[in-house]
């Protein structure tokens, strides 16, 4: 079993429609969470994190985050075409610093 | 405020030729890691500093890899001698100590590619 999982791409969405982008973890211990967005060629760029069970909005952004269903997804609403990229889930493991990365979901968004 | 700077970007070398890649991550920050993506795999960690001192080094896949963090500033990575399966992305990433709210910010990504 992998670590960190996320749903298998390429996610295909329309201009202006809503993004789903979903990630499981195996260490029921991990504390925090992260979502990434990588353009090709270049660094992962953190665009959200959250620590806590809920919801955490940031903009167009929304994470949310279910411990007890390790669980953890990213919408992203009102998807513009610069919206397309790689996105990588990523779960900081209990008492640890090293990050666990899912493969990563690419999403295209389509004018 | 400059982020995380790797170099060279790209370097294709013979294998067991010896690459060492360069990594300064973002002033004031004094956890650096190095992560690795190989071909259609995710990104692994290999390694973390803390200042100058290596904290975790559990993903470093094998003793041909030798990281060093001289002065606790920037950081190396040496492979020697480098084989094929050495070849992907090598990615390294810097954070403040915070406690488990550690927000890493990585760079650009040295691609290596062993022939």
């Known amino acids: 079993q992998k670590e960190v999982e996320q749903n298998s791409g390429p996610l295909s969405v329309p201009e202006g429609a809503i993004a789903s982008l979903n990630c499981t973890y195996s260490?029921?211990?991990?504390?925090?969470f992260f979502w990434y967005r990588q353009y090709s060629g270049k660094s992962p760029e953190l665009i959200m994190f959250?620590?806590?069970?809920g919801d955490k909005e940031d903009g167009r952004f929304t994470a949310q985050l279910n411990k007890a269903s390790q669980y953890v997804s990213l919408l992203i609403r009102d998807s513009q075409p610069s919206d397309s990229a790689t996105y990588l889930c990523?779960?900081?493991?209990?008492?640890?610093?090293?990050?666990?990365f899912g493969a990563g979901t690419t999403v295209t968004v389509r004018a | 405020e400059a982020g995380v700077t790797q170099f060279p970007s790209h370097s294709v070398i013979e294998k067991g030729q010896t690459v060492t890649l360069r990594c300064d991550p973002i002033s004031g920050h004094d956890n650096l890691y190095w992560y690795r993506r190989v071909m259609g795999k995710e990104i692994k960690f290999l390694l973390h500093?803390?200042?100058?001192?290596?904290?975790?080094e559990s993903g470093m896949p094998n003793n041909r890899f030798l990281a060093e963090r001289t002065g606790g500033t920037y950081s190396t990575l040496k492979v020697q001698p480098a084989e094929l399966e050495d070849s992907g992305v090598y990615f390294c990433?810097?954070?403040?100590?915070?406690?488990?709210?550690?927000?890493?910010?990585f760079g650009p990504g040295t691609r290596l590619t062993v022939l």
């Open positions: 959250i620590y806590s069970n």
């Open positions: 500093f803390v200042k100058e001192s290596k904290q975790d």
């Open positions: 260490d029921r211990g991990s504390q925090s």
């Open positions: 990523a779960v900081n493991q209990s008492n640890d610093y090293k990050l666990s």
């Open positions: 990433a810097s954070s403040q100590l915070a406690g488990g709210e550690n927000e890493q910010f």
